[in-house]
């Protein structure tokens, strides 16, 4: 059974919340502000639903602290619908991001695709587990990711894109192409901008250059590309 961490000062959220997941069998554990998520943390939740703003802390704080150990998935959840936010979000090292007021169903079904993502990777390996493309190597097995030797830290929705990207290398792939490919759910609607920011953390923690980049490369108009 799933483990669902639920960090949010809101009693009444944290209870639909908890009716819905429970509902899809999910255990369901509340952290009402940042003190008690930092101890839940040390139970080990296979996913986390974090809120921004909390009584004793800020949400990118945990979320920044949670990415230094852990490589669950993260959905954010704000009461502000700025860009700016949500962008500061994803580049804490969140997966993905949900605004308030928002549909419990709609929680759910974000939950079951981050969830499903994550045991994708821990399927029984064949030989097609390891991808190799200068100098990169990416396990999807053990979710490592290693470039000249040196391993880099990836967040779940970040290490789906690079594997869609190497797996169908030599194609441009459009912003909403990759958007669905990464999240396939009916509930989501197009996010362009997402995948830019996610692009963009990419490369930094690759160490590529956006102007000259040696892995993802833009084509502009069209989407992002990994030369054969």
């Known amino acids: 059974m799933d483990k669902i961490l639920i960090i949010e000062d809101d009693a009444d959220i944290r209870k639909i919340l908890k009716i819905y997941l429970e509902g899809e ?37 945990i979320c920044k602290s949670i990415r230094k150990k852990y490589h669950y998935p993260i959905i954010m959840v704000t009461a502000k619908n700025a860009d700016q936010d949500k962008i500061l979000g994803l580049s804490y090292g969140a997966d993905d991001y949900i605004t308030k007021p928002f549909n419990p169903l709609e929680v759910v079904a974000r939950v079951k695709a981050q969830l499903r993502r994550c045991k994708e990777y821990d399927e029984n390996a064949i030989d097609t587990d390891k991808i190799y493309h200068k100098g990169l190597i990416l396990n999807k097995k053990s979710k490592q ?27 441009v792939l459009s912003g909403e192409e990759l958007f669905h490919l990464i999240w396939e759910n009916e509930y989501y609607s197009k996010s362009t901008n997402t995948i830019t920011v996610h692009i963009r953390n990419l490369r930094e923690k690759m160490g590529d250059s956006p102007e000259k980049p040696e ?6 108009g069209v989407g992002y590309i990994i030369e054969a």
């Open 25 to 61: 069998s999910y255990e369901v554990r509340e952290a009402e502000n940042g003190a008690e998520a930092m101890k839940q943390l040390t139970k080990q939740p296979d996913l986390i639903i974090l809120d921004l703003m909390l009584p004793d802390t800020d949400g990118l704080s």
């Open 145 to 171: 990711v290693i470039i000249n030797e040196k391993e880099i830290k990836l967040t779940p929705t970040e290490f789906k894109i690079l594997e869609v990207l190497l797996q169908r290398r030599g194609e």
């Open 215 to 220: 892995y993802i490369k833009t084509v502009w």
